[in-house]
Structures are given as C-alpha cells and as structure tokens.
C-alpha cells in the first residue's frame, strides 16, 4: 500500500506564480524525498528532508515537514513552464529497504 | 558519467510470453532497486540488491517474477507468462550505499512494457 499521498492530484498556475503540493503519510519516518517526473522520463531526485529538520531550501524549492501531523508541503516558487511534471513524495518503507511513493501531483505551468 | 540506463525502452509482447528486461546501475552504485509504475500511479517496489543479493524481495507480485544480479552490477527482471496485468513501466534505481531509502536514488528511464 502506498504511505504517502500528495494533494492536491492536479494543480494548473501561470507563470511566475508560486505552486504548493503537500503530502501525508502514516507512520514514523527517518526522511521524507520529493522527486520530479516529466511525462515520459525517469524520476529525478530534488529534495530529502530528515525527521529531525523543519524545513529545507534547494534554489527556488522549499521543503517543509511536520512530524506531529505527518504531512510535508512542497513549495516552487516563480514558477517556470518547465516546472511542468509530476511530484512525488516518498518515504522508506518500515525495512527501511525502499521507498514507497504516493501517487503524486501533476503540476501545469503555462506561459 | 553516465547515469541509471534501461533496455529495451520500450518492449511489446504477447500474453503468456516471457520478457527480460535489463538495468544498468551508475558504476559503484551497490544497491540496485526495481519498481513499478501503473498509469496515474506512483512507482511501488518490487525488489532491492545490496550487491549480488536479493536483500528484499517483498514486493515481488507472484512468483512468475524474478530477478538477478550476478556480478552486483547490470541486474536482469524476467516476467513469465505474461499478463495484461503486467503493463506497466518498470524502473530501476541505483544508490551509492545501501541505504537507499536514507539517502538519493537515482532513476533509469524505465521500460514501458506492454502486453497484448
């Protein structure tokens, strides 16, 4: 079963505005990742942030992680056409083997 | 360098045949990950290597899946007697350390498997 679950599943913006997807999981975690998938492509890693950090910037990325209500929201700001992809939050499964990965969301940024 | 590499790209084939499909990890990357993801999905796990053992294999849905990685590098995922079930895109993953799920993994293209 999937653990994390990112809302909203479709988020469509302009240019130039700020997107923000959030993520909820179920159990106690290590870390927290955020990927990007562009249509067609492999997964690219953008971010992890560790149970133990509050929030994280990556460039024009800002990672937040709630440990009491489980969730972490995932900030882009001044967006950019190619922002388009989907997001994916994943977190390690209890064997700490894998990650196991929500269903994701798709962000659209048109010029 | 080079990273995550997957052949074929994409693979079509009839129901009941078998397919392999290859990965090819970033050199010195010891922990070798396989996942799969179903349209509108998120990717799930099917099995991890630490080297050239299957240190989890959990994910695996049945029996008719296998995988290896003989010499802990190139790793090979074999599917028999395939379902339409099967139609998915199959990724694979490398990390430096097998600790994969702490820290980055990076991701091949996948191979998108069809079966008709």
């Known amino acids: 079963s999937q653990q994390g679950e990112e809302d909203p599943q479709a988020l469509s913006i302009q240019e130039g505005e700020n997107a923000t997807m959030n993520c909820s999981y179920k159990?106690?975690?290590?870390?927290l990742q955020w990927y990007r998938q562009n249509s067609g492509r492999g997964l690219v890693h953008l971010i992890l942030?560790?149970?133990?950090?509050r929030e994280k910037h990556s460039g024009r990325l800002r990672v937040t992680l709630d440990t009491s209500k489980k969730s972490s929201s995932l900030l882009i700001t001044a967006s950019r056409a190619a922002d388009t992809a989907s997001y994916f939050c994943?977190?390690?499964?209890?064997?700490?083997?894998?990650?196991?990965f929500g269903k994701g969301t798709t962000l659209s940024v048109s010029s | 360098g080079a990273g995550v590499s997957q052949t074929p790209s994409n693979k079509v084939t009839e129901k009941g045949k078998y397919v392999e499909l290859r990965c090819d990890p970033i050199?010195?990357?010891?922990?070798l990950y396989w996942y799969r993801q179903s349209l509108g999905q998120g990717p799930e796990f099917l099995i991890y290597?630490?080297?050239?053992?299957?240190?989890?294999d959990s994910g695996l849905p049945n029996d008719r899946f296998f995988a290896v990685r003989p010499e802990g590098s190139v790793s090979t995922l074999k599917i028999q007697r395939t379902e339409r079930g099967d139609s998915a895109v199959y990724l694979c993953?490398?990390?430096?350390?097998?600790?994969?799920?702490?820290?980055?993994?990076?991701f091949g293209p996948g191979t998108r498997l069809t079966v008709l």
């Open positions: 993953a490398s990390s430096l350390r097998g600790d994969g799920a702490y820290n980055e993994q990076f």
């Open positions: 159990t106690s975690i290590n870390n």
């Open positions: 942030i560790r149970s133990n950090e």
């Open positions: 994943a977190v390690p499964n209890q064997a700490g083997t894998a990650l196991i």
């Open positions: 050199s010195g990357h010891t922990a």
């Open positions: 290597f630490q080297g050239t053992g299957a240190a989890d």
